[in-house]
């Protein structure tokens, strides 16, 4: 069995010693980062059909600015916050095209007919955490999903960490009188 080295397309050149097009590091970075975008964008209540596009236009802007992104340590804060401008440029871009977008088109027939996944608990905090204010569902899954530092959420949000403690404090307590004694049951599984 032979492999072959890619050749470059017109006008670039491979990376030093490999067969990697672009900055040095960026495909590892891609691997890693783009799957967490893609989740925090879920959150986000990204539709579908613009999820994989949000991502792919997230991870383009990292490319671009390489030289800046691959400083950031970590880089997540700067990768959200992008992703959430690159997911508001999709819809706006849906929404001039005449194609309709909202929260109703993010719950899928599938999670709603198959009753095996209609059942599944995690099904059902993210329906409740959908039912959040939108800073409210922000800054928590930021917070629970994510693990991230109030002062980086706060960063990201464009807030101060108090308003995101607040907004955090605030989402715990009604996803709790939502869910009711669920939760428990969830944390002790």
């Given at each position: 069995?032979?492999s072959?080295v890619?050749t470059?397309?017109p ?9 990697q097009?672009g900055?040095?590091?960026?495909e590892e970075f ?7 975008v893609?989740?925090?964008l879920?959150?986000q ?7 994989d596009?949000a991502?792919?236009?997230t991870?383009?802007?990292?490319f671009?600015y390489?030289?800046r992104v691959s400083q ?10 992008v992703a959430?401008q690159r997911?508001q440029d999709?819809?706006d871009a849906n929404?001039?095209n005449?194609?309709?977008?909202g929260?109703?088109a993010?719950?899928s027939?599938a999670?709603h007919s198959?009753p ?9 905090i993210?329906a409740?955490?959908r039912k ?10 930021l917070?629970e ?8 959420i706060?960063?990201i949000?464009?807030a101060?960490?108090?308003t995101?403690r ?5 989402a715990?307590k ?10 428990q049951?969830g944390?002790?599984a």
């Amino acid at each position: 069995m032979t492999s072959s080295v890619p050749t470059p397309p017109p006008g670039r050149q491979p990376t030093e010693g490999t067969a990697q097009y672009g900055p040095a590091g960026f495909e590892e970075f891609f691997r890693h980062y783009a799957p967490m975008v893609h989740r925090y964008l879920i959150w986000q209540e990204a539709e579908p059909s613009i999820l994989d596009d949000a991502v792919q236009m997230t991870m383009l802007s990292a490319f671009r600015y390489w030289g800046r992104v691959s400083q950031l340590d970590p880089p997540t804060g700067w990768l959200f916050k992008v992703a959430g401008q690159r997911l508001q440029d999709a819809r706006d871009a849906n929404r001039r095209n005449g194609i309709l977008v909202g929260a109703d088109a993010l719950h899928s027939k599938a999670a709603h007919s198959d009753p095996i996944t209609a059942c599944d608990h995690r099904l059902d905090i993210l329906a409740a955490i959908r039912k959040l204010p939108r800073r409210q569902q922000e800054a928590v899954a930021l917070r629970e999903q994510f693990g991230l530092p109030y002062k980086e959420i706060a960063k990201i949000m464009g807030a101060s960490p108090a308003t995101v403690r607040a907004h955090v404090h605030q989402a715990r307590k009604t996803l709790e009188a939502m869910l009711g004694d669920e939760t428990q049951e969830g944390a002790d599984a």
